[in-house]
């Protein structure tokens, strides 16, 4: 092994000529694996679906520290052919995790750490397959890392958190009674239903110190006709909160609303959350103060950004999951543009090494 086969950036570079969708990352899993058994390890394949897992042991007891980067691509259609691209920089996670274990192995003294390659992070299912797998069985530590966008933070700074939001979709179906719309009083009309559920929803009042959100993205109610009212329908809405409890109280009063709305024109409505919900960030804060200092003394100063946040993360279903956990998850300053999602993404993969070094010391700190 040479320094040069673990450069960040050339992986990242390798890594990002093989996107691929969720539970599909066949080339990145077997990419992965091959470069952990030039390191010596002994890497375990098929975590959670194509994810992998792999040790560095020390020499004393102590904890078991996970260090997790995720690896899918996102889906696109361009010039109307499907088609996947890193968007999200998840190439770039990959890289780091990979960069990190070749500066760790040899140094772990107490304990051992588990680096965790995840699969499907974009689905919101990779963890919880992960976690069904036993991913999380010996953790004590998980820490996770990624890259922001200049909106969030500047290029070659790194943040102590990201204070990811909670976040969920719902599905809303409505089944009402068709007639002729010259006789609308001998049907029930989900259109009206709709109508009347969304102003509900805008009508919710919730603490106004509090970040949350939600917005009816998606209506569909045709019927077969112009002149038949129609009896089924569709409602999709994007919900959003900064905690978990409020994301719990507005879900709550959400779904009062759309139900109330529903039957008051005689329209039976069901909700469903297909995506599940995605826990907000609940990190150990003497973890993230520590971190912070971190970022300071390897970088410097003027190198520690401001906590960001917004989107959501199935990372956090970690603590939800084994609530012992302490976590923390730096945001890597590297100049994405014009923004994350973005099929015309590009970044500064050089300021993965300040993600690399960061990571380093915080592991380091808890088993070297």
Request: net charge negative; charged share 25%.
């Amino acid at each position: 092994m040479s320094e040069k086969d673990f450069d960040v950036v050339q992986m990242r570079t390798e890594l990002h000529e093989m996107p691929e969708l969720g539970f599909h990352e066949e080339k990145t899993s077997k990419y992965v694996v091959n470069k952990l058994k030039e390191l010596g390890l002994n890497p375990q394949t098929g975590i959670g679906g194509t994810g992998v897992v792999a040790y560095i042991d020390g020499t004393e007891p102590g904890p078991t520290v996970m260090v997790r980067a995720d690896m899918d691509a996102l889906p696109f259609v361009i010039d109307n052919k499907p088609c996947s691209i890193h968007a999200c920089g998840h190439d770039s996670h990959t890289a780091m995790l990979l960069a990190l274990a070749a500066k760790l192995v040899g140094n772990v003294k107490k304990g051992r750490v588990k680096l965790f390659f995840q699969p499907a992070e974009e689905t919101l299912l990779g963890a919880v397959r992960s976690i069904e797998d036993g991913v999380l069985d010996d953790v004590d530590v998980a820490f996770g890392a990624h890259v922001r966008p200049i909106q969030d933070i500047p290029d070659g700074t790194v943040c102590a958190a990201v204070r990811h939001t909670s976040s969920t979709f719902l599905e809303v179906e409505l089944k009402g009674k068709t007639c002729h719309a010259a006789r609308p009083h001998l049907g029930c009309s989900v259109v009206e239903a709709a109508v009347l559920a969304t102003n509900a929803v805008n009508a919710i009042w919730m603490n106004p110190g509090k970040v949350w959100s939600a917005k009816v993205t998606a209506i569909n109610c045709c019927g077969s006709a112009s002149n038949i009212i129609p009896d089924h329908g569709k409602m999709i809405l994007d919900c959003r909160a900064q905690d978990n409890p409020t994301m719990k109280e507005m879900l709550d009063k959400i779904k009062r609303a759309i139900l109330n709305a529903a039957e008051a024109v005689g329209v039976e409505a069901t909700v469903n959350f297909p995506g599940g919900i995605i826990p907000a960030a609940e990190y150990d804060e003497g973890l993230v103060a520590e971190t912070a200092g971190i970022i300071k003394e390897v970088l410097g100063d003027d190198k520690l950004a401001k906590d960001c946040g917004g989107g959501g993360e199935d990372f956090h279903y970690f603590v939800q999951k084994k609530p012992s956990i302490r976590t923390a998850y730096i945001g890597v300053g590297a100049g994405v543009t014009p923004g994350l999602h973005d099929p015309k993404m590009t970044m500064n993969p050089e300021s993965l090494r300040n993600g690399v070094a960061v990571l380093e010391k915080m592991v380091l700190n808890q088993v070297g």
